[in-house]
């Protein structure tokens, strides 16, 4: 090993890999660990679509890792913390996107909590692998008195707040006090708080949720969405006073 790495000037992990001793995956697993880089090295307890987590080392995660920055910079500052993610409709996949987002700033140590606020159609839990037996809207309609959320393994910084049972009256339990109530004491606990809303298309209550985040990250994919679809969320997030 040693000569290896002396005659043909070799990094340690160069030398293992022309040995055939390890594997690329185990030389980034090594060095994420060496640098506090936490992801989910078998991709078997996250769905793929998560790929922040899972392969981090994607172009898809580096263009994911340029939106966020793009919001530390943009609109994660001046005390700003919440944020909802939309879409006009489902074929944009706004839970994938506001998912990975969620786990790319527990990867910076950030304190994030991820809220799935689709009453209708919930699917975040599905995507971490986690229940749905009690989240959102049993705690909106008051039966249940604490935050029930789950701690998103390996990322000690990112919990997950479900949407719960799907009620028989999504839209008033958005717009009622407890949401803003609820989402004031999370600003105060997390330093990242991202909410997921139900596309644009099923209903009115992404603008119920933008409302009380103050902005919305609009999701959009090539050749898939509509510029008009897109056009109309956007002034019905203005209507609410919500940022774009």
Wanted: overall charge positive; proline content about 5%; cysteine-free.
């Amino acid at each position: 090993m040693l000569k290896i790495q002396k005659e043909k000037s070799l990094r340690f992990g160069e030398a293992v890999l022309k040995l055939k001793l390890a594997s690329e995956q185990d030389i980034q697993r090594v060095l994420a660990q060496q640098f506090k880089y936490t992801y989910v090295a078998d991709g078997k307890s996250l769905h793929a679509k998560l790929v922040t987590a899972t392969n981090p080392y994607d172009p898809v995660s580096d263009a994911l890792r340029t939106t966020r920055a793009q919001l530390l910079l943009s609109w994660f500052v001046d005390g700003r913390k919440t944020l909802a993610v939309g879409a006009p409709s489902e074929r944009e996949e706004s839970s994938v996107l506001a998912a990975n987002l969620a786990i790319l700033f527990a990867q910076l140590g950030r304190k994030t909590l991820l809220i799935d606020a689709n009453l209708r159609k919930p699917g975040l839990h599905s995507l971490f692998k986690l229940g749905n037996s009690s989240g959102l809207s049993e705690l909106l309609a008051g039966r249940v008195q604490h935050l029930a959320v789950n701690t998103v393994l390996p990322f000690q910084t990112l919990s997950l707040l479900s949407a719960g049972s799907v009620p028989p009256n999504p839209s008033e339990l958005l717009l009622r006090a407890p949401l803003e109530t609820f989402l004031a004491e999370a600003a105060r606990d997390y330093d990242i708080v991202i909410i997921d809303t139900p596309p644009a298309t099923a209903s009115s209550d992404f603008q119920a949720v933008a409302a009380r985040a103050g902005g919305m990250l609009i999701a959009a994919r090539p050749n898939l969405s509509r510029v008009n679809d897109i056009a109309d969320m956007k002034e019905k997030i203005l209507m609410t006073g919500a940022s774009v």
